[in-house]
T-cell receptor, first 111, second 115 residues
Framework: SQKIEQNSEALNIQEGKTATLTCNYTNYSPAYLQWYRQDPGRGPVFLLLIRENEKEKRKERLKVTFDTTLKQSLFHITASQPADSATYLCALGDSSYKLIFGSGTRLLVRP | GAVVSQHPSWVICKSGTSVKIECRSLDFQATTMFWYRQFPKQSLMLMATSNEGSKATYEQGVEKDKFLINHASLTLSTLTVTSAHPEDSSFYIC???????????FGPGTRLTVL
C-alpha cells in the first residue's frame, strides 16, 4: 500500500539557519506533491506545490525539491525564524484530486 | 482569496447524539470538498469526497450511515456524525478544491469531543 514517511522526531534549529525537512514515499507515483504548514489546533495551510516533471520550486524563503527516482522531496526554509515553528506536512496527489498526507514533522526554531 | 470556514470550531456532545459540522468556501465555488479526520499526533486521514449535487464517495472503512455528508451547493458541505460515541472524538477538517489548480484549501477544523 502507499506509504509516506516524514521524520517523526522534531527538528530543533537555531534562528537564521536553514531548516530541511524530508518526505519519502513508496508504492506510489504521484502527479504532484504539496507541502502544508499546520499550527496546533488549526487546519493545514497550503505552502507549495511541485509537479512530477519539476525538480525544484521556490517561494520567498521556501524551496522544495522533488526527486521521482529517489521518491523523495526536500523542503527547505532559509533564514528560519521563530514564527516558522509549526508542523509541516507533505501530501501526494494524482488525477483523482485526493491527497495522501504524511504524519508531519514538527519544526522548532529557537531565538 | 480561497478561504474556507468551518462551524462550529469545537463541540462537546453526549454519547448517542448527532453533531453537524458545516464547511463553507467563502470566496470561491467548490465543486468538490473533502472531509478529513485527524487524531492527535497523526496524519490527516481522508474520510470522504463530497461532490456538489451527488452522493459522497467514502474511503474504505468509513461508515457512510454514520458520517452523513451533504453537498447541497457549490459553497456548502455538511458532515453529520450520527449517534456519536467517545471513539468519534477527533479533529475534523474539511477542504475545498480550487478547480484546475490541484490545490486544496483547508478549513480551520472542528474539535469534536463526545462524552
Amino acid at each position: 500500500s502507499q506509504k509516506i514517511e516524514q521524520n517523526s522526531e522534531a527538528l530543533n534549529i537555531q534562528e537564521g539557519k536553514t531548516a530541511t525537512l524530508t518526505c519519502n514515499y513508496t508504492n506510489y507515483s504521484p502527479a504532484y506533491l504539496q507541502w502544508y504548514r499546520q499550527d496546533p489546533g488549526r487546519g493545514p495551510v497550503f505552502l507549495l506545490l511541485i509537479r512530477e516533471n519539476e525538480k525544484e520550486k521556490r517561494k520567498e524563503r521556501l524551496k522544495v525539491t522533488f526527486d521521482t527516482t529517489l521518491k523523495q522531496s526536500l523542503f527547505h526554509i532559509t533564514a528560519s525564524q521563530p514564527a516558522d515553528s509549526a508542523t509541516y506536512l507533505c501530501a501526494l496527489g494524482d488525477s483523482s484530486y485526493k491527497l495522501i498526507f504524511g504524519s508531519g514533522t514538527r519544526l522548532l526554531v529557537r531565538p | 482569496g480561497a478561504v474556507v470556514s468551518q462551524h462550529p470550531s469545537w463541540v462537546i456532545c453526549k454519547s448517542g447524539t448527532s453533531v453537524k459540522i458545516e464547511c463553507r468556501s467563502l470566496d470561491f465555488q467548490a465543486t468538490t470538498m473533502f472531509w478529513y479526520r485527524q487524531f492527535p499526533k497523526q496524519s490527516l486521514m481522508l474520510m470522504a469526497t463530497s461532490n456538489e449535487g451527488s452522493k459522497a464517495t467514502y474511503e474504505q472503512g468509513v461508515e457512510k450511515d454514520k458520517f452523513l455528508i451533504n453537498h447541497a451547493s457549490l459553497t456548502l458541505s455538511t458532515l453529520t456524525v450520527t449517534s456519536a460515541h467517545p471513539e468519534d472524538s477527533s479533529f475534523y477538517i474539511c477542504s475545498a478544491d480550487l478547480t484546475s489548480t490541484d490545490t486544496q484549501y483547508f478549513g480551520p477544523g472542528t474539535r469534536l469531543t463526545v462524552l
